[in-house]
């Protein structure tokens, strides 16, 4: 029997873990639950015992692998990974692996929920405006950007998407217009949705030279990574127009200087909230403690990125 932590600093909804439990202790192990944690020493103490570990956005360092003295595998019940020192974990024989695609819908309806609010004001009384109509470019097209694409087309709008190697056909039978380049979305757009992961190659890929491009009254929404986003830039581009806007699910960096000067045409919550749903919560937890038995028990690594 192996012990299976859920460690997880902004906690699961308890359907969830329940529905988790049932997983492992079906599959013959024990889960220890760590949540709601505020310091590093309590993930610490808690992975010495644990066989395998699932995480959401919770930091998964050198410290912890190393901590980890009989730690097998780590999942990233989510998509993005760039919480997890895969050079760490590759060196202590710790195999890493993600859930993709699990909570996409939930981001997406976040995006979507976010652009709303917003196109109408924050419903403050004063008129807004509507989504149908407006063009929506979507940056990156995995798993999140197809929903973003099918809810955009029920809205009304006209759907663009730009990939890196992107299979355009797959696209036109979404029917969404392949974009030929970022500078082809940021320019023709009126919402413009990131969906890139954070990797050394997306750190601050959205930058003036793109932001500029952006056509009169449009919206950022930004539901990746804060880091993609070279937010310098994005000030300084909300500075020089007065119509830009910028959504996120996740504090900005520099939160005090957007707050300050453009609390009107900015949105985020106190927490990062694209996949906060209890089903995204039971579809990313289940399927990691599903490839945690799987692994534990049969050596399957599906979804490994280490
Ligand atoms: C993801 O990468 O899956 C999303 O950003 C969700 O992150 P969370 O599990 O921390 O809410």
Same mark, same amino acid.
């Given at each position: 029997?192996?012990?299976?932590?859920?460690?997880?600093?902004?906690?699961?909804?308890?359907?969830?873990?329940?529905?988790?439990?049932?997983?492992?202790?079906?599959?013959?192990?024990?889960?220890?639950?760590?949540?709601?944690?505020?310091?590093?020493?309590?993930?610490?103490?808690?992975?010495?015992?644990?066989?395998?570990?699932?995480?959401?956005?919770?930091?998964?360092?050198?410290?912890?692998?190393?901590?980890?003295?009989?730690?097998?595998?780590?999942?990233?019940?989510?998509?993005?990974?760039?919480?997890?020192?895969?050079?760490?974990?590759?060196?202590?024989?710790?195999? %890493?692996?993600?859930?993709?695609?699990?909570?996409?819908?939930?981001?997406?309806? %976040?995006?979507?929920? !976010?652009?709303?609010?917003?196109?109408?004001?924050?419903?403050?009384?004063?008129?807004?405006?509507?989504?149908?109509?407006?063009?929506?470019?979507?940056?990156?097209?995995?798993?999140?950007?197809?929903? !973003?694409?099918?809810?955009?087309?029920?809205?009304?709008?006209?759907?663009?998407?730009?990939?890196?190697?992107?299979?355009?056909?797959? !696209?036109?039978?979404?029917?969404?217009?392949?974009?030929?380049?970022?500078?082809?979305?940021?320019?023709?757009?009126?919402?413009?949705?990131?969906?890139?992961?954070?990797?050394?190659?997306?750190?601050?890929?959205?930058?003036?030279?793109?932001?500029?491009?952006?056509?009169?009254?449009?919206?950022?929404?930004?539901?990746?990574?804060?880091?993609?986003?070279?937010?310098?830039?994005?000030?300084?581009?909300?500075?020089?127009?007065?119509?830009?806007?910028?959504?996120?699910?996740?504090?900005?960096?520099?939160?005090?200087?957007?707050?300050?000067?453009?609390?009107?045409?900015?949105?985020?919550?106190?927490?990062? !909230?694209?996949?906060?749903?209890?089903?995204?919560?039971?579809?990313?937890?289940?399927?990691?403690?599903?490839?945690?038995?799987?692994?534990?028990?049969?050596?399957?690594?599906?979804?490994?990125?280490?």
């Amino acid at each position: 029997m192996g012990t299976i932590l859920l460690a997880t600093e902004k906690p699961f909804a308890a359907e969830a873990v329940e529905k988790i439990r049932t997983v492992v202790t079906g599959g013959g192990h024990q889960l220890a639950l760590l949540e709601n944690y505020t310091e590093k020493q309590q993930l610490l103490n808690a992975v010495a015992d644990a066989d395998a570990l699932i995480v959401r956005s919770d930091i998964v360092d050198a410290d912890v692998i190393n901590a980890g003295n009989h730690l097998k595998i780590v999942v990233r019940a989510g998509a993005g990974y760039d919480n997890l020192d895969l050079k760490s974990a590759s060196a202590n024989n710790v195999v %890493c692996m993600n859930t993709p695609g699990q909570n996409a819908n939930a981001v997406a309806e %976040c995006a979507f929920g !976010m652009m709303l609010f917003m196109a109408r004001k924050q419903f403050s009384g004063s008129s807004g405006t509507e989504l149908r109509g407006k063009n929506l470019g979507i940056v990156g097209y995995g798993n999140i950007g197809r929903y !973003m694409a099918q809810i955009g087309r029920g809205f009304g709008m006209d759907v663009y998407a730009y990939k890196r190697n992107m299979d355009r056909l797959a !696209m036109e039978i979404d029917g969404v217009t392949p974009a030929s380049s970022f500078e082809d979305v940021f320019e023709h757009c009126q919402y413009i949705s990131l969906h890139l992961p954070s990797t050394a190659e997306t750190k601050g890929v959205i930058n003036y030279h793109l932001l500029r491009l952006m056509p009169k009254g449009a919206m950022l929404v930004n539901t990746a990574r804060v880091d993609v986003v070279n937010e310098d830039d994005l000030l300084k581009l909300m500075e020089e127009r007065s119509d830009i806007q910028y959504v996120s699910d996740f504090i900005p960096k520099q939160e005090s200087v957007f707050k300050e000067k453009f609390a009107k045409r900015i949105f985020y919550p106190a927490k990062k !909230m694209g996949a906060q749903t209890e089903e995204a919560n039971v579809n990313a937890g289940i399927a990691a403690a599903k490839q945690i038995l799987d692994f534990l028990d049969k050596g399957i690594d599906t979804f490994r990125v280490n």
